[in-house]
Structures are given as structure tokens and as C-alpha cells.
């Protein structure tokens, strides 16, 4: 098995996209979708440029930049050295100064060298100036571990980032959404962190030859049922499905929605569904400690307590740093059996 | 030198000392609610620079930024609003003494965090080069900054990238309380800049003309697009690090230094260089004083009558 093949094989899984009577839907990948984003962004506005370690390489950052800089010259597609925090500032003050940066990462590890510059920065920036400055950065890193990537190659850590005010986070799991949300997040006058996922990048879906938006901070139902609210995001989207077609023939009828955007999060969709299902449980691939999956939970408990017919479930990693063996790897991750029994148990009562 | 030019450099000086004087009478109040690093002691080095910039080439500072923005132009009413907290303030009372922006002089904003504007700065630059434009960038940082690996980051990445920078290391002998003795291996910061074959000088930061001469060659090399140049200016602040009061009551730094430093006052030293070489008269310096005095009066009028945020404010200015 290569570095970027999705570990489970669901490959003959197929999001629809809410509208696919757009002129010029094609079943392309999440890779090609992203790829596909980047390569509008940068025809449609002159101050879009992308910047990152390697990301003009024969690999182009597992096909997502790939031969950019061939097509848009290499002051708009350019390899940097190896200095993640002072190419956040670099970001910024290109911002600044009247461009719309995109700094990519290849796994947001990186992004921890980087912390200054994004939280006491770019996160900051707008309100220490009251307002009279924007940043329109991009910050792209790729979650998503497998192949013994370990401790220090595939953390979920984006909870750390949707903790702090003034970032918002992006984390797509459909073909549709990547292109979509991606250029959105270009378009947004704010930082945002765009974090894709590596096990999506070979999956298909029908994605708009042009260009589109998808708004930023609204969750999409992805799967319409009366049983259990599912709430997830990113590749635990493309699992709550698949246990969605498990479980329906057994008679449970899964809802599932789909965060896309894990801050900020209008939560009403997710509000609506648990008053009608009256069950709910979060999917997570992050920690579950101080993670989304507990600022869910605690969201609906909040604001639907009366309407609960039991306590909100989370399944999340386990709470330990990711293990190389491929043995202890697999059971670091949530996996589609495990969902599947406590999704199962709780539509029964249980 | 040009009568006038000395009258501007006389005039920035002034503004930046008066400005400063006016916050020690006054912060003993404790209406100004926030901490203040006075840049009394080092006008010389934003003074001499800032006399050679054009509103739109870019300003990037630190926690010690007021002598800067001053230098450069900005409004000191909204400067002196933002002391107190006041919503009439550049950063909207959001900011304090720290966060400092002043759209029209292309300063976007200050950074607290020791070397945080650096690479943002670097990034500013970019940007000019990548849209083909003329402005050049500054960069002020002071001698603890040069300990941070952004520095030497944005350092390597201005180089490769020929951007137009110039940055000024204001080495004032100290970070806080400790001194450069004890934080840096080699004193001479200004070496640093041959590991990137960047052109350097080191300077008599107390030196208005001095620093005015030399920043003025090295902006004009990268105006024409020499890539960017370094300079470390020596000085000493004649405050304590943080707060209007002076170390030597505190005990943080000898009697005897901070006296012998006090003898070589850039403004005090530029005053009498006038005099001496009669570059000016007596009464047109008094005209220039005056004049400053009442702009720092206005402004801090105007900072104290100006109404606060409204609780509703808390929330604005995220997204
Ligand atoms: C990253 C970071 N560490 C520590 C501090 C606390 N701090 C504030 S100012 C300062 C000293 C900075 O010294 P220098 O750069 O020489 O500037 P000066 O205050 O002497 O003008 C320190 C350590 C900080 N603001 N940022």
C-alpha cells in the first residue's frame, strides 16, 4: 500500500451533490476537486498565489497542486523553505499588503511549528485593529494518518484551531464540498484553515466543471432518518454513510449531517434534526477530550435537553498519540464495525 | 544639510519626546489602562529612518512602536484615544499602547509578540514584489528579536526573494530586565547580516543625523532594487521596560549607566548640534516646540473626552 491510498475501501461510495443538474458535472475525485479549486482561484484573481514546501514537486502535494506552477508561473506556485512560522507571517503580511495568500501544508502537524504566527497573529489581527484590517489567508493542511505516518505525521488537531476566536475551520467531505468550500475559504476576507483529508482524496463524486460556493458555516444533511441524529464531518462523513446503508437494512434510519465547517458552526440544522430523532451521537476523527465532538454534545444538550430521549454519544480517536504498528493503528481509529454496534444500540433503546 | 529636512527631523523628535513626557504626567492616573514601553531615549533611530518614507511604503514595529508611528505620521489624537481605551482610538480600544495601526501610513498593525512583525513585514514585501510595485518595507525590532528564529527566517527568505527591506535593529543593551551580555553568544548583531551577504551598517543610534545619512543611502539602494539592507542602531531607553518610571529607583540597571547614557540624550545632543553649527536659530526650535506642544495637548484632550466602547463592541470586528 502507497503513502496516500485511503486504508478502508469504500470506493464505490457516491455523495450527490444537492444540485446535480449544474451544467457540466463530471464524477471526478477530491484530489482533482481541489486541484480543480486552486486552478480557478488563481485564473479568476491575479492577487491569489500558493505557497508551501514542495508544492511544485512531481508528487504537488498528492495531486492537488500538481503542475500549477507550470500553468501560472512560478511567482504564483512556489517551494519555500522549511520555516511553517514565518510563512504564516509571511501570509499575513502578504495579506496585508493587498494579496490573498494560500499557504499549504502537506500535514497539519507542521501547522504546531507555526502557532504563533496563526494564533497570536492571524487569528488576532482583526480585532486588535478594530475591524480595519482583514486577512484573506488561506491556511490548507491534510489530515488523515495510515502507513505508520505516527506520532508526529498524522495528528487530528484541528479542535485546537476551532478553539480559538477569530479562525474559522473548514473540513470537507465530499469531492463538491473540496472545490466548493476550498474556493470560498479563498474568497473569505477572514484566516481561514482549510483542512482536507488524505483517505477522501481518491473518492468520487459529481463536482460543477465551473466554479462555485459553498458557504462557509453551514452543516448540510447528507442523509435523511427518523432513528439517530449522526453529526460528523470530513472522512467520519464518508463512514456514517456507509454505516447509514449498513443499518437501514436492519430497519434503523440514520440522519446524518455533515458539519463542512467545524467553526463557526450554525448549529439549527443539527438542533432540528435531534428534536425530531430525539438521539444523537457525534463522529469525530479528532480527540474527544476539549474536542468538537464535546462542544456538539454539549451544544444539543444545551439547547435540546427536554427533547433527548437519552445522553449524547461521541465516537472519537482514542486519546493517545497516533502508534505506528499497523496493529495498534487500526485500533486508534473509529472504525465502521464499532460505529455501527453503539449506532445500533442506541436506536434500540439500548 | 537642507534647513528644511533639519527642520522635519527637529520637528519628528520633538513630537515623539513630548508625546511620551505627556504619558508619564498623566499615567500615574492610571486612567491609560494598559502597559506602556516608552521609546524615550531611542527618537533618534524612527526619527532618521521615517524622515526618508513615503506614506505608502510599508512600517512594521514592535511593543516599543509609538516613536515609530509618530515618526511616520500617524495620528496622535487616535494614538493617544487608544491609550485610554477610548473607541475613538486607531485599534478601536481593542488594541492599547501594543496595537498600534495607522491605515494611512501603510502601517497595518504591531505585533506584541517579540519578533512577530518580522516575518509579516517579510510578508508585506512580497506582496510589493509580487504585484510590481514601488513601495519598500521597514522593519524595527529590537535586540531580543534577533533571538527568535523567525528573524533569522525572515532574514534568509528577504534575501532569497531580493525583497525591498530594510530592517533596523534598535539594540538597546536589553530584553526586560536582562541584558544582551546574557542572552546573546556575539554582541555584534549587525554580523548577522554577512551569513546573507545582506549589506549592514552599524550606527551611533543616538545619532539623529547619522542614522538620517545612512538609512537614507540604504533605502535609496533598495528603492532601486538592491534586496534588502540591515542595520543595527545603538541606543539606550531611558525608562524602564515597561511604565513611566525610570530603572534606577527599581534597581535593575546601574546609576552609573543609565547616567552616562542620559549624557548622550538624542534630542538634548541634536538640539545643541543645531546650535553649535547654527543650523537653525533658537526661536525657530521654540516654534517647532510649541507647535508640538499643542498637537500633544489636543490630542490628549481629545483622548480623554472621547467616549468609551460600548459593551455591544466586545463581540464586533472577529469575522
Ligand atoms: C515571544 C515573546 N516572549 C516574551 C515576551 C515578553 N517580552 C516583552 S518585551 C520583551 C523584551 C524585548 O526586548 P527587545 O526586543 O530588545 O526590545 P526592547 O523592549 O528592549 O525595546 C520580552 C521578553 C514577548 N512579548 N514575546
Known sequence: ?350 | MDKRIIKDLYYRMVKIRKFEDKIIQHYPEQQMRCPVHLYIGQEAIATGVCAHLKKSDYLFSYHRNHGHLIAKGADIKEMFAELYGKKTGCSSGKGGSTHMVSLENSIFGTSAIVAGGIPIGTGAALAVRLQRQRQIVVIFLGDGAIEQGTFFESMNFAKLKKLPILFVCENNFYATNSSQKVRQANPDIYKIADFFSMPKALLDGNDVIQVYKKSGDFIARIRKGSGPCFIEARTYRFRTHVGPETDIEKGFRAREEVEKWMKKCPYKRFHRQILANKLLKENELLDIEHRADEEVKEAWEFAVKSPYPEKEDLRTDIY
Open chain 1, 1 to 350: 500500500m502507497s503513502w496516500d491510498k485511503v486504508p478502508v475501501d469504500l470506493s464505490d461510495l457516491r455523495v450527490l451533490p444537492e444540485d446535480n443538474t449544474l451544467a457540466g458535472n463530471r464524477l471526478i475525485t477530491y484530489r482533482q476537486a481541489i486541484h480543480e479549486a486552486f486552478a480557478i482561484a488563481l485564473k479568476q484573481d491575479p492577487k491569489v498565489f500558493l505557497f508551501g514546501e514542495g508544492i511544485d514537486d512531481p508528487a504537488g502535494v498528492f495531486g492537488t497542486t500538481l503542475n500549477l506552477h507550470k500553468q501560472f508561473s512560478k511567482d504564483r506556485v512556489f517551494d519555500t523553505p522549511i520555516c511553517e512560522n514565518t510563512l504564516t507571517g509571511i501570509a499575513i503580511g502578504a495579506s496585508l499588503a493587498g494579496m490573498r495568500p494560500v499557504l499549504i501544508h502537506m500535514r497539519t502537524d507542521f501547522l504546531l511549528v507555526s502557532m504563533d504566527q496563526i494564533i497570536n497573529h492571524a487569528a488576532k489581527w482583526k480585532y486588535m485593529f478594530g475591524g480595519k484590517v482583514n486577512l484573506p489567508i488561506v491556511i490548507r493542511a491534510i489530515i488523515g494518518g495510515g502507513w505508520g505516518s505516527a506520532a508526529q505525521h498524522s495528528q487530528p488537531i484541528q479542535a485546537i484551531f476551532a478553539h480559538i476566536p477569530g479562525l474559522r475551520v473548514v473540513m470537507p467531505s465530499t469531492a463538491y464540498d473540496a472545490k466548493g468550500l476550498l474556493l470560498s475559504s479563498i474568497a473569505c476576507p477572514d484566516p481561514v484553515m482549510f483542512i482536507d483529508h488524505r483517505w477522501l482524496f481518491d473518492y468520487k463524486d459529481y463536482v460543477p466543471e465551473e466554479a462555485y460556493l459553498v458557504p462557509l458555516g453551514k452543516p448540510v444533511l447528507r442523509r435523511q432518518g427518523k432513528d439517530v441524529t449522526v453529526i460528523t464531518s470530513s472522512f467520519m462523513t464518508a463512514i456514517a454513510l456507509e454505516a447509514g446503508k449498513k443499518l437501514q437494512d436492519e430497519g434503523i434510519d440514520i440522519e446524518i449531517v455533515d458539519l463542512r465547517t467545524v467553526k463557526p458552526i450554525d448549529a439549527e440544522l443539527i438542533f432540528s434534526s435531534v428534536k425530531k430523532t430525539k438521539k444523537a451521537i457525534v463522529l469525530d476523527f479528532g480527540y474527544a477530550f476539549c474536542g468538537i465532538s464535546a462542544e456538539i454534545s454539549s451544544m444539543i444538550t444545551e439547547n435540546c435537553f427536554s427533547f433527548l430521549a437519552r445522553p449524547v454519544e461521541r465516537i472519537a480517536l482514542a486519546d493517545v498519540p497516533t502508534p505506528a504498528s499497523h496493529v495498534l493503528e487500526k485500533e486508534f481509529y473509529p472504525n465502521l464495525e464499532n460505529i455501527i454496534c453503539k449506532i445500533r444500540k442506541i436506536a434500540k433503546g439500548g
